[in-house]
């Protein structure tokens, strides 16, 4: 995990300060609802835009990304879980992250950026998922880029 490094601070103020692509994990239900990517909707009304467009056109399924560019660099909407949810159960699906990241690495490198952040415990906290499997899975799919995993 040579490629990964963490930080403290707000992955949005991140992005905007330092403009690399970030991503972060969505439902497939159409909804931005809580947590960050509320956040990104508020803040970067284009991604919610993006994503609301992709469902239209494709359908919003498990292992697709959509993406809205902000001053050149992209925010990645990890389509991850098919669902979500207040109960405490896991809504990630583990594969379907894999799929994210393996097409969020292929689109970053064809668009010649080399770096990427990414939220602390990305679908494990709401999502449910296990933060070791995720990490591990980040490592794999991301391993030709330098991730910042950035914690509040």
Known sequence: ?????EIDGNLLDFFDQYNIAIAHVCNCKGVMGAGLAHSI??????AYNNYKSYELLHGLT???ISTAWVNSYPIINLHAQF???YVKKQYLDYDS???CLN???KLLLENNITEIGLPYKMGSDRAGGDWNIVL???SEELNKLNVTIVKL
């Open 1 to 5: 995990m040579n490629n990964i490094k």
């Open 41 to 46: 909707k508020i803040r970067y009304p284009s």
């Open 62 to 64: 498990l292992g697709t």
């Open 83 to 85: 669902n979500y949810g």
């Open 97 to 99: 992250l894999r799929e």
């Open 103 to 105: 097409k969020t690495q």
């Open 136 to 138: 591990g899975i980040i």
